[in-house]
């Protein structure tokens, strides 16, 4: 492990490089930081052990080694200390990396830890129907029972999912539903594979029991 100084155009690199947190091209560094790492200056953190360099296709690719990354800890809890750095500039980045660095000492988190980038967020869930919306809560029961889009679904399943709420508003609800664009609720032709529990969940329509439903997308 290398501790020869830094020139402050090399120490510039590892910075960014250490933002990046990934491999990068020179055509990346130079758009986003407007720098360069190429000729003797890239042989030289080749050679240091805290650059390593790769062709891809036509251009070199850098990333921070290990090396690289203990190098510029050790560099973030000395201040940055640069003697081309100075006046104002220096009081701003020597303060910026004490910062840093008292914040990776107190939380154990390593350099990589804290340049690494971003998580996709999370996408975000569905909106969870109030507790009195039971039209609402019918719908998002058959999403989650339905096999696929437009499926039925059986109405004794669907209650199941509202155990909470009185039969008299499920039946309200589903009346209502029935009424609407895309629902449609029926009686299940086949007796034979009704079992008491799907007789006892159907919902009075007109004068048909109803026992299944279908919700369009």
């Known amino acids: 492990m290398s501790d020869e100084k830094l020139s402050l155009p090399e120490l510039a690199v590892l910075v ?5 947190a990934r491999e990068v091209s020179n055509a990346d560094l130079e758009e986003k930081y407007g720098l360069r790492l190429d000729g003797k200056r890239r042989v030289r953190l080749n050679d240091m052990k805290l650059v390593e360099t790769r062709k891809e296709g036509r251009v070199f690719v850098h990333m921070l080694t290990d090396d690289g990354w203990s190098r510029m800890r050790r560099e973030i809890g000395a201040g940055l200390r640069n003697p081309q750095i100075t006046k104002s500039p220096k009081v701003l980045v020597e303060g910026l ?24 967020p999370a996408p975000e869930p569905s909106p969870v129907p109030e507790p009195g919306d039971v039209e609402g809560r019918i719908r998002a029961a058959y999403r989650e029972l339905a096999n696929e889009p437009g499926a039925w679904v059986g109405i004794a399943e669907i209650r199941s999912h509202l155990g909470d709420v009185p039969r008299a508003e499920v039946d309200e609800a589903l009346r209502a539903m029935n009424r609407m664009d895309g629902v449609s609720l029926v009686p299940d032709s086949n007796n034979k594979v009704l079992t008491e529990k799907d007789r006892e969940a159907a919902v009075t329509i007109g004068d048909q029991d109803k026992h299944l439903i279908w919700i369009g997308a």
């Open 16 to 20: 960014a490089l250490m933002r990046e």
């Open 97 to 120: 990396a004490a910062g840093l660095f008292t914040i990776m000492e107190r939380t154990g988190h390593s350099l990589a830890d804290v340049f690494a980038p971003s998580p996709d």
